[in-house]
C-alpha cells in the first residue's frame, strides 16, 4: 500500500472517531456498567492474518456488564475477503466474569462472527480466558463451524502486557491454531507492541506475524506487517 493512500484513510477513519472523543471529554467520570470503544486502524489483524485485505478500517464495540458477572456486548469492523461482500463484521457476545482468587479472573463467553450480506461465513466460538496479576492471560478457543466451513477448529493462546514509566505499557502474545485438514495447516500467530494512553485516548504500535504454514495458507495476509492502532474509550 503507497504511504499516500495509508494517510489519507486513516485520517478519514479519525475524523470519523473525534466526535465520540470530544463526547467522551466532556462527560463526567461515572461508575457505569457500559463500557465502549471506536478506533482507527491500519490493518484489522486476527490471529495473525490480515481481515481487511492490508487496509485500514474502523472499528466500534459496546459492552453491558452486570455485577453478577455476566454481560454482553456486540463489536464491528470493516473487512475486505476480496471482490463482493462482505465489507463488515458484526459481532455479538455473552459471557461470564468471576475473580477465583485476588490475583486470577477466569472468563468464558459465546462469539458470533456475523458477516451481513455473507451468511454463509457466519460462525460461533466458545471462548474462555484465565487472566493472572492482571497481567499475564492464557486463552483457549473452539468452533465446531470455524469460518462456516462445517469443521472444527481450536485456539490457544498466552499473553502478556507490562507497564512502563510515562504511561507506556508493551505486550507480547503467541498463539496456535489447530484446523481441520480440509481448511488449512495448523499454524503459530505472533505479536508484540508498544502502547501509550492520554485518558480516554490510546495509540499503539504492534507487530503481527505469522510461522511458515500460516502464509501458507493465507499468503501476504499472514505477513510479518506493523500496525498502527488509535482509539478512545473507557
Known amino acids: 500500500m503507497k504511504p499516500s493512500k495509508l494517510a489519507v484513510s486513516l485520517a478519514a477513519v479519525v475524523l470519523s472517531v473525534l466526535p465520540f472523543a470530544v463526547f467522551a471529554q466532556e462527560a463526567e467520570e461515572e461508575s457505569s456498567p457500559l463500557t465502549w470503544s471506536v478506533a482507527a486502524v491500519s490493518d484489522y489483524v486476527w490471529r495473525g492474518v490480515s481481515q481487511t485485505d492490508e487496509d485500514p478500517t474502523a472499528q466500534a464495540g459496546l459492552t453491558y456488564s ?22 463488515v463484521e458484526v459481532d455479538g457476545f455473552i459471557g461470564y466474569s468471576i475473580d477465583l482468587s485476588p490475583d486470577t479472573n477466569f472468563d468464558v463467553m459465546i462469539n458470533r462472527y456475523m458477516y451481513p450480506d455473507a451468511g454463509g461465513l457466519n460462525f460461533n466460538e466458545l471462548i474462555g480466558k484465565f487472566t493472572f496479576f492482571d497481567a499475564y492471560s492464557v486463552t483457549m478457543a473452539f468452533s465446531d463451524d470455524f469460518g462456516g466451513s462445517d469443521t472444527s477448529a481450536y485456539y490457544v493462546a498466552g499473553a502478556g502486557s507490562w507497564g512502563l514509566p510515562h504511561d507506556f505499557s508493551i505486550n507480547a502474545g503467541v498463539g496456535y491454531s489447530a484446523l481441520d485438514d480440509s481448511y488449512g495447516e495448523d499454524y503459530v500467530d505472533y505479536n508484540i507492541g508498544v502502547s501509550r494512553s492520554w485518558g480516554l485516548f490510546t495509540a499503539a504500535l504492534g507487530y503481527y506475524g505469522t510461522d511458515g504454514n500460516g502464509t501458507d495458507n493465507f499468503g501476504d495476509l499472514a505477513d510479518d506487517r506493523v500496525v498502527l492502532t488509535l482509539s478512545v474509550g473507557n
Open 66 to 87: 452486570h455485577s453478577s458477572g455476566f454481560y454482553v456486548g456486540t463489536w464491528a469492523s470493516g473487512v475486505d475477503f476480496g471482490p463482493g461482500d462482505p465489507s
